[in-house]
C-alpha cells in the first residue's frame, strides 16, 4: 500500500521568512496530493491540493510542488506569520478518496 | 449547516467496556471516514464508507465496527476497548467517493482508556 513520509518533524522559523515542508509517496499510481493544517485542539482543515497533472499549484503565500518522477512534493509558505504556527499534514491518494497521511510537521513562527 | 458533527468529544472508558462514537453529516456527503490521530504518527485510517449500507476496512480496523444505515450517520463502535485505543478520533466526509476532493472533519473526540 502506499506510504507517505514527511520532513521535518518540527520547523522553527522567524516570522517573515519562509517554510518548506517535504514529503515522499510510495506508489506510482497516486494521483492527488494535498495539504491540510492543524492548529492546538481544532480539526484539520485542507488549505492546499495538487493533482498530478500539475506540478505548481500556488494560493497567495502557500504553494505546492510536485515532481512525479522523483515523487514528492512540497508544501512552501513565504512571508510566515506568527498565526501560521500549526501542524502540517501531507496526504496522497491514488484516485479513490481513501487518503494516506504524513505523520506531520509542527511549524512555530515566531515573532 | 453544522458540517460534521461527533459525539462525544471526551469520554474515558475502563478496559474491555464497549462503546459508540457517533458522526452525522449533514452535507449530503457520499463518503465518510474515520482516523485516529496519535503522537507522531499523523491521522491513520480506521473504517471508510463510499455510501449508504457500503463499509470497508482502513489501515487499522481491528477493535472497531462501523455501518452506514443512512447517508448522514457513520457510528464508530469499539467492541472491548484496549489501552492502545486512546487516542483522538476524527469523523470525516467528502462529497464524492470517485473523486478524491477536499475531506471535512469533525471537531474530534478524545478517548481514554484505563
Known amino acids: 500500500g502506499e506510504n507517505v513520509e514527511q520532513h521535518p518533524s518540527t520547523l522553527s522559523v522567524q516570522e517573515g521568512d519562509s517554510a518548506v515542508i517535504k514529503c515522499t509517496y510510495s506508489?506510482?499510481?497516486?494521483?492527488?496530493f494535498p495539504w491540510y493544517k492543524q492548529e492546538l485542539g481544532k480539526r484539520p482543515q485542507l488549505i492546499i491540493d495538487?493533482?498530478?497533472?500539475?506540478g505548481e499549484k500556488k494560493d497567495q503565500r502557500i504553494a505546492v510542488t510536485l515532481n512525479k518522477t522523483a515523487k514528492h512534493f512540497s508544501l512552501h509558505i513565504t512571508e510566515t506569520q506568527p498565526e501560521d504556527s500549526a501542524v502540517y499534514f501531507c496526504?496522497?491518494?491514488?484516485?479513490?478518496?481513501?487518503?494516506?497521511f504524513g505523520t506531520g510537521t509542527r511549524l512555530l513562527v515566531s515573532p | 449547516n453544522a458540517g460534521v458533527t461527533q459525539t462525544p468529544k471526551f469520554q474515558v472508558l475502563k478496559t474491555g467496556q464497549s462503546m459508540t462514537l457517533q458522526c452525522a453529516q449533514d452535507?449530503?456527503?457520499?463518503?465518510m471516514s474515520w482516523y485516529r490521530q496519535d503522537p507522531g504518527m499523523g491521522l491513520r485510517l480506521i473504517h471508510y464508507?463510499?455510501?449508504?449500507?457500503?463499509?470497508d476496512q482502513g489501515e487499522v480496523p481491528n477493535g472497531y465496527n462501523v455501518s452506514r444505515s443512512t447517508t448522514e450517520d457513520f457510528p464508530l463502535r469499539l467492541l472491548s476497548a484496549a489501552p492502545s485505543q486512546t487516542s483522538v478520533y476524527f469523523c470525516?466526509?467528502?462529497?464524492?467517493?470517485?473523486?478524491?476532493?477536499?475531506?471535512?472533519f469533525g471537531e474530534g473526540s478524545r478517548l481514554t482508556v484505563l
Open positions: 470525516a466526509s467528502s462529497q464524492s467517493s470517485a473523486s478524491p476532493g477536499e475531506l471535512f
Open positions: 506508489d506510482s499510481a497516486s494521483n492527488y
Open positions: 495538487i493533482r498530478s497533472n500539475v
Open positions: 496526504a496522497a491518494s491514488t484516485g479513490f478518496q481513501k487518503l494516506v
Open positions: 452535507m449530503n456527503h457520499e463518503y
Open positions: 464508507s463510499v455510501g449508504a449500507g457500503i463499509t
